[in-house]
């Protein structure tokens, strides 16, 4: 795997309480499924590993009363001085986290900045955003928007509070949507019918009760990538091979 190509994470000053960690594949709320099933989904699974995480340094709870501006989103911290990294900037029920990086990314890659994928919470959602992370000297935020007025969320220190994502820029761009009917690629056409067929089979056999698809308990064809009745594909991924930042603690000249 090739490394020359760098994404440097600036420290603007001096922390150790808001880490920027390769995004595990793991979940708590997939660890809770009857028997792990959400793992055999293997896009949910790459999803959550599909770039770095950076944690909250403070634990906390917020609260918004429907109204548009600062002073109507309330957030009590535990401890008892409060974070002033982390405050209602804008107003309108958001809030917003002063994250401690400068980051840059290589020619033509943008970062988008999210929410951890799949990290459901209840009353609030992370606001999305891109970046061009390759030329600017600006640092951003992550913002969370609460949706629901009167309603207690907790953050607590430690749990992921921002996720970013390198991303090519201009390849939106460079794409030409195109609608067709499935018929026009026949070869296409019938590897979906043998993929559907093997599916519809499965499952009958599953509802049958048959032992050997029990056993099996799911088809793993995808997960194995491949179609049914074809070969694996060489460059097919199972996880996503994203490496911690290291520290360099050099000045560049």
């Excluded at 896009?43 to 944690?55: D, H, K, M, R």
């Excluded at 390759?134 to 969320?153: E, G, I, P, Q």
């Excluded at 088809?219 to 911690?244: A, I, M, N």
Aim: with cysteine; net charge negative; proline share 8%.
């Amino acid at each position: 795997m090739s490394h020359n190509k760098a994404i440097i994470a600036y420290e603007i000053y001096t922390q150790t309480d808001m880490p920027l960690i390769p995004a595990p594949k793991t979940r708590r709320w997939m660890d809770d499924t009857q028997q792990r099933f959400a793992y055999r989904c293997l896009p949910l699974a790459l999803a959550n590993q599909a770039g770095w995480l950076i944690c909250n340094p403070s634990s906390f709870c917020v609260r918004w009363n429907g109204g548009p501006h600062v002073r109507d989103t309330t957030l009590v911290f535990d401890d008892a001085q409060p974070d002033d990294r982390i405050s209602s900037l804008f107003g309108h029920g958001t809030i917003t986290f002063n994250l401690p990086y400068l980051i840059r990314t290589p020619q033509d890659v943008n970062l988008w900045v999210k929410g951890p994928s799949n990290w459901p919470r209840d009353g609030i959602q992370a606001l999305e955003g891109i970046v061009e992370t390759d030329w600017t000297s600006a640092s951003f935020t992550m913002n969370w928007k609460l949706t629901r007025a009167d309603h207690l969320v907790r953050f607590e220190r430690g749990e992921p509070i921002c996720m970013i994502v390198p991303y090519p820029r201009g390849l939106l761009d460079e794409l030409t949507p195109r609608m067709e009917k499935l018929q026009c690629n026949p070869e296409l056409a019938e590897s979906y019918r043998r993929w559907s067929d093997d599916r519809d089979e499965f499952h009958r056999q599953m509802a049958a009760g048959n032992r050997e698809v029990l056993e099996r308990g799911w088809q793993k064809d995808y997960f194995q990538g491949r179609d049914p009745g074809s070969e694996r594909v060489d460059d097919h991924q199972t996880k996503l091979p994203v490496c911690p930042f290291e520290a360099n603690s050099t000045p560049q000249e």
